[in-house]
């Protein structure tokens, strides 16, 4: 069985010095734990620092956004061959706040899966409805698309080297939390998707986390249901306490 995975988004918070004391915090914290695999994704002006902390630990590392392309006259953007040279092994792709404030498409989202399987970095691919997409109904269908754009063209090998993240747009900093049970139809429905229509491995599988204002609280009920694989957590990760918290509800059973 695959272990839970529990990623930490840092967003655009922390500068170097306090984004790498939490780093190696993590680190010493986690040195010792078992049945679960952690992430953090620090901004990008801290990438350096806090690989150099997490190198030889437990602690995984990601960057939370990437061009497609490999090199060229695009300002102000990163290439994911920049990522992985400074030590990233994951990366987020299609957050909510990308596809919201910055016009990221499903077209964009493809693209950047393929760049990705091709440098060997797992990509933790997000999909998520907006409050008035579920209040229409559209819920299921707006996932549906997400997944059948983002997910073209990829070979069975490739279907097993990836992560999907559910994040909700309307439960994410807002205080307003899904529910056990909305997490786990929607998640139940992903994973049939997946593998009726996209044709991924059943056996194999692929973890589908959750994303959503996860705290220690709710995570304790989220974490238990056998459909949600591990957590993608904003605000909460950056706090010590809290981060292992929610890690710790990933491994009890």
């Not at 040195?31 to 620092?49: C, K, M, N, Q």
């Not at 097993?160 to 997490?183: C, K, S």
């Not at 989220?222 to 710790?248: H, P, Q, R, T």
Request: net charge negative; aromatic share 6%; hydrophobic share 40%.
């Amino acid at each position: 069985m695959t272990n839970p995975l529990v990623i930490g988004n840092w967003k655009m918070n922390l500068l170097t010095a306090p984004a790498c004391e939490l780093a190696q915090s993590l680190v010493d914290r986690l040195s010792d734990a078992r049945g679960v695999e952690v992430v953090i994704a620090p901004p990008f002006t801290s990438l350096y620092s806090v690989s150099q902390i997490v190198k030889g630990s437990p602690l995984g590392l990601a960057g939370q956004n990437f061009h497609y392309k490999s090199a060229g006259a695009y300002t102000g953007e990163a290439a994911l061959e920049m990522l992985k040279d400074v030590g990233c092994n994951f990366s987020l792709i299609g957050h909510s706040e990308r596809r919201s404030l910055f016009g990221e498409t499903d077209e964009g989202v493809n693209k950047k899966i393929h760049h990705a399987m091709g440098l060997g970095i797992l990509p933790i691919v997000c999909v998520g409805e907006t409050l008035e997409q579920r209040n229409a109904g559209e819920t299921l269908t707006t996932i549906e698309s997400q997944l059948s754009i983002g997910l073209t063209g990829l070979s069975p090998e490739e279907k097993t080297r990836l992560v999907i993240a559910y994040e909700p747009v309307w439960a994410i900093g807002t205080g307003v939390n899904a529910t056990p049970e909305q997490v786990v139809d929607v998640h139940k429905f992903i994973r049939k998707y997946l593998i009726e229509s996209l044709g991924f491995s059943e056996e194999i599988g692929v973890r589908i986390l959750y994303g959503g204002s996860v705290n220690p609280e709710n995570s304790k009920q989220l974490l238990k249901e056998k459909e949600i694989d591990g957590a993608l957590v904003g605000g909460a990760s950056l706090n010590l306490e809290s981060f292992c918290a929610i890690i710790n509800s990933a491994i009890e059973p």
